[in-house]
């Protein structure tokens, strides 16, 4: 075995310290292995961070988009629309249900979903039935979440954002008002968390939805576990579930959709539970990291470009993408990536539109979504991860330097 490489640095890591490792034990040591206690209070704690009044925990972001989708209802006739620039479950989300997927184009300079994208695709689209709309978070930066809600709320369209990438991130509406916290579904029907390990905080594998409808958080815990109630009101067969004086049999349970094993464990619960104890710590270094970017990067030549940044919110940065005229440079993306990798700078792309990929095509055909291909040209995303030092963010910046050379 090869010891690992201390001087690289990857586009993103999580920050593990002795106390995730404490919590982590703990539950080991206790009764529940599964979904228990401390399941609950990861919940709790998630509501009481977002302001939303039901957090639904899963084992992932990409089960918390599945039973958003079916806790709507969607299915074969319904359409959904996704920005072309996400990572692929938003969309395949939706596929899963049986409902289809309608792309839209995103902001060139950010990556987002805007009003206006979002109006055209439904505009062009306008002989389908489209019941919801996933903005998507990217990097952390909100995507108009008053834009896209007031749209949708017009239309009936039911608004699920794929918030992944933007546990931390608040908006501001009107001057002088409160800040609306991402997840707080002011304006969405429900938010998804992604706690997967490079994210903002870790729970190794872990997702959540949050709301604020009593009737969706329902649903949303009966898809992820098997569509199995115990709850007596609900029982639609009296036959099996009482006797004949019409008590309730102590061992029953009911289905009547089925649902899936998408539960989060007390294990995972743990480590995310300890990790959300250090959110503010770790937003702030992320903020940190990203103005020393920002800063030092602004001049750094035509062929490199900072993203747009949204104003009016204070951002849980998840990445840190740049744009990069790769044609201008005359340098390819690749090349560009394995000389940064040579001077142990990792970097990611993200994302491929989602609309490109060979299944969309073969379903759905090419698309002609001019931001989201500008946008794909030219991203590439740059190491950010709290533990990074002020001397890291300065070595990233004098690699690019060297590769990008006098060209930039
Ligand atoms: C925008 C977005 N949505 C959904 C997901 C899926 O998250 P998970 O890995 O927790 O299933 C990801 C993961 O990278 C993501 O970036």
């Known amino acids: 075995m090869t010891a690992p490489d201390t001087n690289f640095l990857p586009y993103g890591r999580q920050n593990i310290d002795d106390d995730d490792i404490a919590a982590v034990v703990d539950v080991l040591r206790s009764d529940f292995l599964t979904s228990g206690p401390i399941v609950e209070a990861f919940e709790a704690k998630l509501c009481q961070i977002t302001g939303a009044s039901e ?6 972001a990409t089960a918390a988009l599945h039973i958003a989708a079916l806790a709507l209802g969607l299915g074969p006739g319904d359409w959904a629309v996704v920005p072309a620039i996400t990572f692929l479950a938003t969309a395949n989300a939706i596929r899963y249900t049986g409902a289809d997927v309608i792309f839209a184009d995103v902001n060139p300079d950010s990556g987002l979903m805007t009003a206006a994208t979002f109006q055209a695709a439904i505009d062009i689209n306008s002989d389908k039935n489209i019941r ?17 809600a007031a749209i949708a709320r017009g239309k009936g369209i039911k608004v699920i954002e794929d918030a992944s990438h933007a546990l931390g991130t608040s908006y501001m509406v009107g001057k002088g008002k409160e800040p609306h916290k991402v997840g707080s579904c002011t304006h969405a029907d429900m938010t998804v968390f992604s706690f997967h390990a490079v994210k903002v905080i870790a729970c190794g594998e872990g997702g959540a939805v949050t709301t604020r409808d009593p009737s969706l958080a329902k649903r949303l815990r009966l898809f992820r576990n098997h569509g199995m109630t115990r709850a007596s009101e609900d029982f639609t067969n009296s036959e099996l579930s009482s006797d004949d004086t019409g008590v309730i049999n102590p061992w029953y349970y009911e289905m009547t959709e089925p649902g899936y094993n998408y539960r989060l464990t007390d294990i995972h619960a743990a480590l995310g539970l300890s990790q ?49 005229d790769f044609d201008t440079l005359g340098l390819s993306r690749a090349v560009v990536m394995s000389r940064l990798r040579r001077l142990g700078i990792g970097t990611q792309v993200h994302y491929i539109p989602v609309s490109d990929q060979p299944y ?21 995303s740059l190491p950010l991860f709290p533990a990074m030092k002020d001397s890291d963010v300065d070595r990233v910046i004098e690699a690019l330097e060297r590769v990008l050379g006098s060209a930039i």
């Open 276 to 324: 959300l104890g250090k959110l503010d710590q770790f937003t702030d270094r992320r903020r940190q990291i990203v103005a020393r970017y920002d800063e030092r990067l602004a001049g750094l030549g035509a062929c490199l470009h900072l993203i747009a940044h949204i104003p009016a919110c204070q951002i849980g940065w998840h990445l840190y993408p740049v744009l990069i």
């Open 55 to 60: 957090t639904v925990s899963c084992s992932s």
């Open 132 to 148: 919801a709309v996933l903005p998507v978070h990217l990097a952390g930066q909100p995507a108009d979440p008053v834009g896209i």
């Open 360 to 380: 969309y095509t073969q379903l759905y055909g090419k698309h002609d979504l001019s931001g989201a291909q500008a946008y794909y040209a030219r991203v590439l």
